[in-house]
């Protein structure tokens, strides 16, 4: 009887020992699959590297100097000249840069939200400039050349010393302000004794007499 309690007292031994050798060896496979093995750790390294390639390359690329373009501004502006500008300025900052626009400048005949392009050269009209054009345009689009009064040769011109209002009104450029000071000018100083002293009349500038010379003569 003595001799199986022994028996079994050393076997009991044996299976303490076996499992704690089983906790050991369970303990040694999980503490090496939470912690990462030195390939892991230098593949990891070869990662960042990449990534800190790939960045310092973008960074390159933002870095460049944007390129420099040319553009000319005159007419109504305070300082006319060749400013220097980045792609995508655009007309607000060309007229910014000369000073900005003068007391005359007709503003709302510039689009000031377009790209400046290189090489572009803008101009800035005054008012009466701006008027002129419009009166052309609308003359041009609302009257034909009719025939007023036929020479010799059926050529179609108009007196400017005997007009009245609607006639004058069917020139290129003159609108009803104009053609009363055509008449105005006529009453105060006297016949036209040349087509060119049109010029004298407010408004009309040498660009409106070249489209009015071809159909207009002076006479009694």
């Not at 309690?5 to 496979?29: E, R, S, T």
């Not at 420099?68 to 792609?87: D, L, R, S």
């Not at 939200?113 to 800035?124: E, F, G, N, P, W």
Request: glycine residues 6%.
């Amino acid at each position: 009887m003595e001799k199986q309690q022994w028996m079994q007292h050393i076997n009991l031994k044996y299976l303490v020992v076996a499992v704690g050798v089983a906790m050991i060896w369970l303990f040694n496979q999980w503490q090496s699959l939470a912690q990462p093995s030195q390939e892991d750790f230098f593949a990891s390294e070869e990662t960042i590297a990449e990534v800190s390639e790939t960045y310092q390359g973008i960074e390159a690329d933002n870095t460049e100097e944007p390129t420099i373009i040319y553009a000319e501004i005159k007419g109504a502006v305070m300082h006319p000249g060749v400013y220097t500008f980045h792609e995508g300025d655009r007309v607000m900052d060309l007229i910014h840069k000369a000073g900005g626009p003068t007391d005359e400048a007709a503003m709302m005949a510039i689009n000031q939200a377009l790209l400046i392009q290189d090489q572009m050269s803008l101009s800035v009209p005054t008012y009466q400039e701006w008027e002129t054009e419009q009166e052309i345009s609308d003359s041009l689009t609302t009257h034909s050349h009719t025939v007023i009064e036929a020479g010799s040769e059926g050529s179609a011109i108009i007196n400017i010393n005997t007009a009245d209002s609607s006639q004058l009104q069917s020139l290129p450029g003159i609108g009803p302000k104009k053609a009363e000071a055509i008449i105005a000018y006529r009453e105060e100083h006297g016949s036209f004794q040349a087509t060119e002293e049109m010029m004298a009349i407010s408004g009309i500038g040498e660009k409106t007499y070249e489209k009015l010379a071809p159909l207009i003569k002076v006479g009694p």
